[in-house]
T-cell receptor, first 115, second 110 residues
Framework: NAGVTQTPKFQVLKTGQSMTLQCAQDMNHNSMYWYRQDPGMGLRLIYYSASEGTTDKGEVPNGYNVSRLNKREFSLRLESAAPSQTSVYFC??????????????FGSGTQLSVL | RKEVEQDPGPFNVPEGATVAFNCTYS??????FFWYRQDCRKEPKLLMS???SGNEDGRFTAQLNRASQYISLLIRDSKLSDSATYLC???????????FGKGTRLHILP
């Protein structure tokens, strides 16, 4: 059982380049999330998707776009990378049961450096 | 008030001691609460869930105070392996948004 699979694990970009971070879960969860974590900081929510076909902004959405391609996959795109986007990115999924969020399952993270 | 607030620490605690952290939250309608543990910027791992007044698992106890809107995590007989960052998580049951606190760093000293 793979859980949440996130790729790539590491990426180095030049300023202005674009890239897409991929995330897939095999637990049939409705909700998926993208977070970033900077040194000394907690996880900050970039975007989330409560169900297939819907996406919503989180705390720090500027500079990012997302696509909920289907129930399994939720991708994060940087159209024009900036050094301020150097961070560790985590994808996560969860189930909502009876209106209550259950625990989050995380991917192993992507270390992104923008030069 | 921020949605989720934690004392960042670091807490430097001798091995064997008891340590407690608090986490305050702003959404009075939240119904589920979680403590996650994170090591060296690896992915967070669930430590405890709190759905009612509290939860206990071995040396770890999580308690919820709805009136004052905070949850606490108590670690008894602390071990060196407890050194980590502890993240408080409070899902919003209005919009499926899940916000993390900034985390509390704990160092257990030999």
């Amino acid at each position: 059982n793979a859980g949440v699979t996130q790729t790539p694990k590491f990426q180095v970009l030049k300023t202005g380049q674009s890239m897409t971070l991929q995330c897939a879960q095999d637990m049939n969860h409705n909700s998926m999330y993208w977070y970033r974590q900077d040194p000394g900081m907690g996880l900050r929510l970039i975007y989330y998707s409560a169900s297939e076909g819907t996406t919503d902004k989180g705390e720090v959405p500027n500079g990012y776009n997302v696509s909920r391609l289907n129930k399994r996959e939720f991708s994060l795109r940087l159209e024009s990378a900036a050094p301020s986007q150097t961070s560790v990115y985590f994808c996560a999924s969860s189930e909502v049961t009876g209106g209550i969020n259950e625990k989050l399952f995380f991917g192993s993270g992507t270390q992104l450096s923008v030069l | 008030r921020k949605e989720v607030e934690q004392d960042p620490g670091p807490f430097n605690v001798p091995e064997g001691a008891t340590v407690a952290f608090n986490c305050t939250y702003s959404n009075s309608a939240s119904q589920s609460f979680f403590w996650y543990r994170q090591d060296c910027r690896k992915e967070p791992k669930l430590l405890m869930s709190v759905y009612s007044s509290g939860n206990e698992d071995g040396r770890f106890t999580a308690q919820l105070n709805r009136a004052s809107q905070y949850i606490s995590l108590l670690i008894r007989d602390s071990k060196l392996s407890d050194s980590a960052t502890y993240l408080c998580v409070v899902p919003s049951n209005r919009d499926d948004k899940i916000i993390f606190g900034k985390g509390t760093r704990l160092h257990i000293l030999p």
